[in-house]
């Protein structure tokens, strides 16, 4: 039988090896920060294609059959080294204009320790982060119907990121920035339409595999929310590219 003592103090010596490493982790980090204010001063940070590749290698090599710590803990911290890194780097902060379980899940992909706030309407969210007075914002799917995106704000995320198979993406997180590729992605549209459509409708027109995430039914109008494997649409339809965000981590 092995003697715990002895266990334990294994388990501290290798917490002690992981809090220098993240000390010098988070050294390099912040002399990343000092480069991209040269050349990134009027935009945020975020490099959304090279986050959710960190985490899905994370969750891969944690998923292995050999792997023994959980994969969806480690996932979730390696979201919090991200986050934590990113506010070494510049202020970082987020707003949210939902409710609270969109408020809940922005808690826990940016982080308990970053500062996040409610707006009281969409308009203030988008003045905000276009000022950057909040570096990102979140919104939720359904509201998007309703909010008109400047160009210079488009959407890099969306929340969850690790998805059960019988859930959906509830929001969108939004920053002054240009979308960054990942090896998955989906990009995200606004189509203003007088008819009624359906997936199979927006896959002849739009000529692409698309779905619809959510629409709002109007008088005159009906406003779509879409999610397309196309970055580039070329249509006569009245039709906005809003971002593009990584593709869902799925779990069974």
């Known amino acids: 039988m092995q003697d715990l003592s002895k266990l334990r103090t294994a388990i501290d010596t290798i917490d002690d090896q992981i809090i220098d490493l993240l000390n010098q982790r988070s050294q390099i980090v912040k002399n990343v920060g000092e480069l991209k204010k040269e050349n990134h001063s009027d935009s945020a940070f975020v490099r959304s294609g090279r986050e959710a590749e960190i985490i899905r290698k994370i969750y891969k090599k944690f998923s292995h059959k050999d792997a023994v710590f959980p994969a969806l803990a480690a996932t979730s911290i390696w979201r919090m080294i991200i986050c934590a890194s990113l506010s070494l780097e510049s202020k970082f902060n987020v707003a949210v204009y939902a409710d609270s379980e969109i408020y809940l899940l922005a808690r826990e992909y940016f982080g308990g320790f970053i500062d996040i706030n409610f707006i009281d309407n969409p308009d203030n969210l988008i003045?905000?982060?276009?000022?950057?007075?909040?570096?990102?914002?979140?919104?939720?799917?359904?509201?998007?119907?309703?909010?008109?995106?400047?160009?210079?704000?488009?959407?890099?995320?969306?929340?969850?990121?690790?998805?059960?198979?019988?859930?959906?993406?509830?929001?969108?997180?939004?920053?002054?920035?240009?979308?960054?590729?990942?090896?998955?992605?989906?990009?995200?549209?606004?189509?203003?339409?007088?008819?009624?459509?359906?997936?199979?409708?927006?896959?002849?027109?739009?000529?692409?595999?698309?779905?619809?995430?959510?629409?709002?039914?109007?008088?005159?109008?009906?406003?779509?929310?879409?999610?397309?494997?196309?970055?580039?649409?070329?249509?006569?339809?009245?039709?906005?590219?809003?971002?593009?965000?990584?593709?869902?981590?799925?779990?069974?």
Do not use: M, W
């Open 127 to 252: 003045a905000d982060v276009v000022n950057l007075e909040y570096q990102v914002g979140v919104i939720s799917i359904e509201d998007l119907c309703d909010t008109d995106f400047p160009e210079d704000l488009k959407i890099f995320a969306c929340l969850p990121f690790v998805l059960q198979k019988d859930k959906k993406i509830k929001a969108f997180a939004f920053a002054k920035t240009k979308p960054e590729a990942s090896s998955d992605d989906r990009h995200i549209y606004k189509l203003i339409s007088e008819n009624l459509l359906n997936n199979k409708d927006l896959q002849e027109v739009l000529g692409c595999n698309s779905e619809i995430l959510v629409f709002s039914k109007q008088q005159t109008k009906n406003t779509y929310i879409i999610s397309c494997e196309k970055e580039n649409i070329e249509s006569n339809l009245n039709i906005k590219y809003l971002g593009t965000y990584a593709t869902p981590i799925i779990i069974a």
